[in-house]
């Protein structure tokens, strides 16, 4: 057992201080072994019960559900495995409709990050509103109070800033920042009027970049992860979330939304200028060339010098004009006696 947990993609574990039951959840996208799928189950006494089964997706009844059928058995008290087949409602769903994530170019110090929508992107239900959640390094941070003014947000096809997380200091260069960056839940405004068949609309999302510590090209470079998109829908009444045996909540941006709220997540749509097949957006940021900083460093000691140089003779220029003035006014009060 400790070498199947060892070689598990996840495991989770879940203590009900009620009950006083614990749970363990082990999850392998693949048999952990060359051999395939090999337990040895024994020395089961008293209380301690072990149920198998193999089960297989099944088309659900309710597109909000999530089916499965196919055999359990109870070891030591069954004879042969027993057919089943039981429903229960998912968070998490695919949608038909999908998305693309790209930069504005030239993107410079205040880059916009561009999502594009296909004209058929339609809610499940009347109860769904369109959020993207993004991931931002610590070289890249959103205004929050640009971000709540709702006219700015309306011109971006925005609606309202849900969440956000992580460093939000607007003057921290990069090598002043702590944290890893920042998390922020945005809900979009998808036009209400449809568009024309063929066409797409899209939602401008600004940002901008900390300042960078020096590098010899001149140009530093950021790999940004592209934005996660879905619907977030309201569940029918007496939809019971709490049975599903696969749920794992609580462990992102879900729970910033209510227990009875279900996902459909858009697919990212890459495009043909993605060459490296990859959801990451690649920035190149402008820093001080290191090769070229001797001269900014001369060229900024004789610009203060120069600067120096002409306050104090403008300074000595009035001091002589104004002594010059008073003789003059000296002659002429004699003049006049």
Known sequence: MADTLSDSDYVDIDFDTISQALTIITFHAGPPFSTGWTERISNLKGAVKAEIGVLANEPPKEPEELSLGGFLTTIGEDSKPSPTIF????????????????FLTPTGLHPTLRLTFPSSTSPPS?????????????????????????????????????????????????????????????????????????????????????????????????????????????????????????????????????????FYHLSPDLGRENETGRLVERLAVPVLATERAAWVEAGTVVVVLAGFAWVL????????SDRESRRIEKREDKKVK
């Open 87 to 102: 429903s229960f409602p998912a968070r998490h769903h695919p949608s038909s409709s999908t998305y693309h994530a790209h």
């Open 126 to 262: 009347p109860s769904c509103f369109l959020h993207t959640h993004l991931t931002l390094p610590s070289i890249l941070f959103p205004d929050k109070y640009q971000l709540s003014s709702p006219l700015f947000l309306a011109s971006k096809n925005l609606r309202h800033l849900r969440s956000l997380s992580g460093e939000t200091d607007l003057e921290a260069p990069d090598w002043a920042v702590d944290k890893w960056g920042s998390a922020m839940l945005l809900e979009l405004a998808p036009p209400k009027v449809a568009s024309s068949e063929g066409e797409s609309w899209r939602a401008d999302i600004p940002l901008h970049l900390r300042y960078l510590p020096p590098a010899e090209s001149g140009v530093a470079y950021a790999d940004v992860p592209w934005p996660v998109v879905f619907w977030a829908c309201t569940a029918e009444e007496g939809s019971k979330m709490s049975v599903n045996p696969f749920d794992r909540v609580n462990l992102g941006y879900e729970g910033l939304f209510g227990p009875r709220t279900m």
């Open 313 to 320: 003779w403008t300074l000595l220029g009035v001091g002589s």
